[in-house]
């Protein structure tokens, strides 16, 4: 292989480990967060997030 093409490759598995950690860390994030609500004429009324549909690799 060329010099450029291993540049490339070791680039891409980098990457591929960046976002395997940061999966990691969300799910752990998400597992760990408590849902945040308030209670408005006695009904729970939970603030808007972002559904977390991550799933460990």
Not at 23 to 50: H, M, Q, T, W
């Amino acid at each position: 292989m060329s010099e450029i093409s291993d540049a490339i490759q070791t680039k891409c598995l980098a990457f591929g480990d960046r976002i395997i950690k940061l999966n990691d860390y969300l799910l752990k994030e998400a597992a760990n967060k408590k849902p945040s609500f308030k209670i408005v004429k006695g009904k729970r009324v939970y603030e808007k997030s972002v559904p977390v549909y991550l799933q460990s690799v």
